[in-house]
């Protein structure tokens, strides 16, 4: 059994990460250093289990969803034990305390597609103190140290014509949504797809000031171990 801590990190702005067009991600891709700027990074592979194939990964701390909806009923499965016609299995199979029936699927298309479509269009904050002198010290502070080699600032959507709120967007997610080797200290040794133990997606760091507001406390890395953005800068 391989196993790991984890934090449930902000739904928000996902339906615009889904509609940055896959040749945009792969082209901020350079697995092996190629420029020669000590930054690398490589896009995730998974199986979609609603198409059968092989697709980039996007969504998840280790990138292992490639659709929302994969997301969404992945959550519906492994966190609740809420079958889908994607995921119709029950999440015991094959455990001790499986029952052994062929139940019906437990929550509909119709509900999983809603739900989706919400977390879709879920807005993402408005940027604040834009013009502080501090903030704008630190934004370049921000690129001098190559943090915006892996969170990169700005992006835009493609076409995306089932919800047409997201596309043909000017975005700043700060996310290359690559996988990017963290180091065995924050390593949890556990692969996922063609994530290793000590890769990670880069998160989008936008709305992050606002995280003590909406939870009454930071925690921050994929197991809350960093209680500041201080504390996250420097596991780095």
Not at 156 to 169: H, I, K, L, S, Y
């Amino acid at each position: 059994v391989l196993y790991g801590a984890r934090m449930a990190p902000p739904v928000f702005g996902r339906g615009l990460l889904e509609a940055i067009p896959e040749a945009t991600i792969l082209g901020w891709a350079d697995e092996f250093d190629e420029d020669n700027d000590g930054i690398s990074g490589r896009p995730n592979r998974v199986m979609d289990p609603v198409s059968g194939e092989t697709r980039l990964g996007r969504f998840g701390l280790k990138a292992n969803a490639p659709s929302l909806i994969v997301q969404n009923a992945g959550a519906y499965s492994e966190d609740m034990g809420v079958t889908s016609s994607i995921f119709p299995q029950e999440s015991t199979f094959g455990q001790t305390q499986y029952d052994e029936l062929l139940d019906e699927v437990e929550v509909s298309d119709d509900t999983i597609e809603t739900v989706t479509l919400y977390v879709q269009t879920l807005g993402v904050p408005a940027r604040r103190d834009v013009d502080d002198e501090q903030v704008l010290r630190g934004e370049e502070l921000f690129a001098q140290a190559q943090c915006a080699a892996c969170h990169i600032p700005e992006a835009r959507t493609g076409a995306f014509p089932d919800v047409a709120e997201v596309a043909n967007q000017r975005i700043f997610p700060f996310t290359d949504m690559l996988l990017h080797d963290m180091g065995e200290e924050l390593s949890d040794q556990r692969p996922d797809f063609l994530a290793s133990g000590s890769e990670w997606r880069t998160p989008p760091l936008w709305g992050i000031g606002l995280t003590a507001v909406v939870q009454g406390r930071t925690e921050f890395l994929h197991d809350g171990r960093a209680r500041s953005l201080m504390e996250a800068i420097l596991w780095h």
